[in-house]
């Protein structure tokens, strides 16, 4: 199943990442750039070191200016995430440009990879919940409190993972049809933010 195969990856470049746990460590992406292996490795990097980024600029006593150039990383960052799922959703209009449509086809309310997307961050959840699930020298309740939650979050994992396939199974027989818009976000584009037409 493709959800099986994509979270394999997320937890590998999780694991890869917190080996140093570092948001400033260089990126190598192990698989073949043409594969979407390599995609799926790439977005789920990008979301451990903005989940790690949300941490730091979180601080109290962060310095203003370093939450400033944190807070415009978080903002790469998340067009970059955007990047990757579109990236992902080509792969999958590709994989299925030849299937034949039903008449009563329907399109769903989100496409395969903002799907994945929500599984990547998943893996992020499960991750770091049974890291708390287990940490030293936490109270008894806090370290029930995050197995209850870790028990939810593997119980979403089954259902997420189960509708992508499903979904993906619909597409390849023709009983769902994907059509992706882009995302056209306005807040970084010099001509749709007011802010930065202002500037120029």
């Known amino acids: 199943m493709f959800s099986d195969f994509a979270y394999r990856i997320f937890e590998e470049s999780i694991k890869k990442y917190h080996e140093k746990d570092d948001v400033h460590q260089p990126f190598a992406n192990p698989y ?17 070191v903005q989940w790690h980024y949300e941490d730091i600029i979180r601080d109290p006593d962060i310095d203003p200016s370093d939450a400033l150039d944190l807070k415009r990383k978080i903002d790469a960052s998340n067009q970059d995430r955007t990047d990757l799922v ?5 792969y999958f209009l590709k994989k299925y440009q030849s299937v034949q449509i039903r008449n009563a086809a329907t399109i769903n309310t989100e496409s395969p990879a903002w799907a994945i997307d929500r599984l990547s961050i998943l893996a992020l959840k499960i991750y770091h919940m049974a890291e708390e699930a287990q940490r030293p020298g936490a109270s008894g309740e806090h370290l029930q409190k995050c197995k209850d939650k870790l028990a939810v979050l593997l119980e979403q994992r089954e259902d997420l993972s189960s509708a992508i396939d499903q979904l993906l199974a619909d597409i390849e027989a023709g009983k769902k049809y994907m059509k992706v818009y ?4 306005m807040y970084n584009d010099e001509e749709l933010n007011p802010v930065l037409r202002g500037q120029k």
């Open 86 to 90: 579109e990236y992902i959703d080509s």
């Open 182 to 185: 882009k995302q056209m976000k």
């Open 32 to 48: 073949p750039q043409d594969g979407v292996a390599h995609l799926l490795y790439r977005k789920n990097w990008i979301d451990t």
